[in-house]
T-cell receptor, first 112, second 113 residues
Framework: EAQVTQNPRYLITVTGKKLTVTCSQN?????MSWYRQDPGLGLRQIYY???????DKGDVPEGYKVSRKEKRNFPLILESPSPNQTSLYFC???????????FGSGTQLSVL | AQTVTQSQPEMSVQEAETVTLSCTYD???????LFWYKQPPSRQMILVIR??????QNATENRFSVNFQKAAKSFSLKISDSQLGDTAMYFC??????????FGKGTKLTVNP
């Protein structure tokens, strides 16, 4: 089944404890992206990657890192999480960035 | 920068009736893509419908259709014969080729029995 897989679905952590949210797609898509969703703000892009050689910042990259060492994986790294990073996170992929995005199931992160 | 505005934070409709969700956007580009995504309580983001700006014809997917007014920069979603399963957040989104998808803040739709 074609899908974007995010893990974990729920995560509670404490301020300053490094964490990684994994994202993997099995559709051989070039483009991958991370979004965060906050009430009243919609979805905002954190980082995106056009292909394994190109990664760039989105609208809200502060406090996040990403890695695209291989086409299928695009992990989101929070080196020192803070409470303002409590949010619902989505990973998404598409064949080339301008057709529809395929979304993962989301990761609800709470930073205490 | 491109912006997407959904002016209706919440809407409700009776089952079997028709409802229209509004979306306007701001861009100076002529080639772009517009989307409506549905997010039910399960939180999954589901593509409802997609419109390419160069196409004059309005996109339709079963009970879902759009009214795309390029000059007015308007992209409304019409849901016909509303069903309880249509209850969800609906997000309008805009994308230029190979650039990021920009979302509106969403409209919460409730379908009442």
């Amino acid at each position: 089944e074609a899908q974007v897989t995010q893990n974990p679905r729920y995560l509670i952590t404490v301020t300053g404890k490094k964490l990684t949210v994994t994202c993997s797609q099995n559709m051989n898509h070039e483009y991958m992206s991370w979004y965060r969703q906050d009430p009243g703000l919609g979805l905002r892009q954190i980082y995106y990657s056009m292909n394994v050689e190109v990664t760039d910042k989105g609208d809200v990259p502060e406090g996040y890192k990403v890695s695209r060492k291989e086409k299928r994986n695009f992990p989101l790294i929070l080196e020192s999480p803070s409470p303002n990073q409590t949010s619902l996170y989505f990973c998404a992929s598409s064949p080339d960035g301008h057709v529809q995005l395929f979304f993962g199931s989301g990761t609800q992160l709470s930073v205490l | 920068a491109q912006t997407v505005t959904q002016s209706q934070p919440e809407m409700s409709v009776q089952e079997a009736e028709t409802v229209t969700l509004s979306c306007t956007y701001d861009t100076s580009e002529s080639n772009y893509y517009l989307f409506w995504y549905k997010q039910p309580p399960s939180r999954q983001m589901i593509l409802v419908i997609r419109q390419e700006a160069y196409k004059q014809q309005n996109a339709t997917e079963n009970r879902f259709s759009v009214n795309f007014q390029k000059a007015a920069k308007s992209f409304s979603l019409k849901i016909s014969d509303s069903q309880l399963g249509d209850t969800a957040m609906y997000f309008c989104a805009f994308m230029r080729r190979s650039e990021k998808l920009v979302f509106g803040k969403g409209t919460k739709l409730t379908v009442n029995p």
